[in-house]
DNA sequence: CTGAAAGCGCTTACAG
DNA sequence: CTGAAAGCGCTTACAG
């Protein structure tokens, strides 16, 4: 394999000049430039990438961390990811954690060890990041949570906006006359004084000033559920909100994987879907148009939440530029999963 | 951050032994060996890794090539993977690549660049592996299709009996009563001389092996559909088959997610499962449990492939055994949507 | 069992 | 614009 001093001795250059070359500095001359660049393209040269960290103390990696086991959304989001980087010229690594790890200090062991150049968070927890995001000096960005009312410092986040998205799926629910709605999905525990504290808290937060809103009520020990981003998950805790409150007459899973389960929870109690109950997932993943019935959704950008967000990071890395909370825009697929109630 | 000079210092001894201490050498004393120690736990010291890649000239980092997008089983298979690496303590490079890129191309390239040491790919063709596998030399293991044709030096094999499973699906159709059965999904155009090169398409390849020694006809041209491993894919081509060739009772799609693309298709041209058609998939994906009709699958042993894979892999990178091709047991799930055919 | 020293392949002040 | 040289943090023959 050629290195630098390969390719120098054959440029008849000095090494100095040839490192100049492939960071395309400007004070090289036209002439060595071309020479050099020939032989580098002649000889199939890719500089030594340990070496390069080394001297630089910062990898050429970006480190994703994906927050949440077996979860198609996430799942989906880092396939985006991961491309948009390589098509940046860059090598991403990848960390799985469960649903109740906390990213930030697998983080800070992460940049410890590897030194990432980047940190890509998907899906996260917001009390992690107020409690040591602090101790991470690498640019990083949080993808599908906002992570705004932190303030870290190196942190921007991109998201769809789950607070006024969450309002819009019972506005829909309510505009077709519901009036007795559940929510399913998530974990109570997640909030401190009330507030939720990760993305897809924020849906419910939104649902239920939507409810207040509209005078409908709404009681957390009757009309919700709690449970982990699985359909099993959603299975289990559709069947015994059901069992429980058998008079709603719509519901809100909080996530596409949580509605599938419920879905098949519905059947399993012998209630058809729009007819009997309605239904209306988040997310947007691709099975949800092929459930029967096709699923009521919102569904995220993940194309664009997950370009925006390499290419903030990409330019704070270089540029150190301030960090940016932008939400992406959603959209609401109707599907076939609602109706109104019946009499 | 610590390095090991300030480690040798901090301990009396020098960076030599420091070393030996962290590589775990049986030639330091025992008072060394917890002196060191105590210092490094105290520091909470962590050696360079891109310093040790570069002396060694091989990095700590295995490669993952993931090849197909958004296909939930590779997902899931990829998610195991890294897990496993990581319980291992190693770290895990992640790429993914399109279902019709080169894989072994790709890997050649992130050799170079990344010098990993070693390779994980998930999904592959047969035909890339022929073509050039030999210009990787670091320890490889394909997982989910089999190698052992091949005979590639440093790539061993984990996967299910693709051509067994395959027979195992026409048999339980046949058993059923069903003689018009068609196939759905994969590549026609990826065999060669007739034999499929891929895991998948050994699947199609058992299946009709099945139906030739029962005496079933086949007809390439009216029963089967080819289509990527996709939802989509599986919905226009189960249209596409079942439009053209309507007398079809039994429908066996080489993946889950085909399978419930096919779902689809089936209630949109006014067909129930199974009364009017039957269907069974193949991987054994979460959502396969909670489909409406659950579907009748093979389950591959995700856990099982992972787990053997990566500890294959990291085997051989220390102890340069013999590469390995091993099939790991599948299950038969019953689901719901298979029936007699009507009369 | 331990230390001194070379060197992995780069980058970057420094000097000219 | 270019080169000589130091040094990033490790590992490992070599010598004792």
Redesign the interface.
Known sequence: ?ATIRDIARMSGYSTGTVSRVINHRADVSEEARRKIEDIIREQ?Y?P????R??RRSA?S?IS?I?RG??N?FL??LL?KV??CI?ENGE??????IRETDDEVAVAVELV????PKGLVFLGGSIPSFRKEFSKIDVPSVLVSASAERLGCEGLSSFSTDDEEAGAAVMRMLLSRGHRRIGILGGYRESSHDGLPEDGPAFRIWGALRELRESGVSFDFGRDYEGCSF???GG?QSAKRLLCRTPDLTGIFAISDTIA??A??AF?DLGLRVPEDISLVGFDGI??A????P?LATIRQDTEALARKSVEDLLMRIIYDRPTVHEKVPYQFVNGESVARPRE
């Open positions: 394999m199939n890719q030594n990438t340990s070496a960290t080394l990898s990696e994703i994906v086991n077996d198609t799942h989906s396939e991961q491309i390589r090598n991403a690594n990848v960390q799985f410890q060890n590897l030194r699985s359909a099993e299975y599938i389960g879905i098949r059947s691709a099975y148009q092929y459930c029967v096709r």
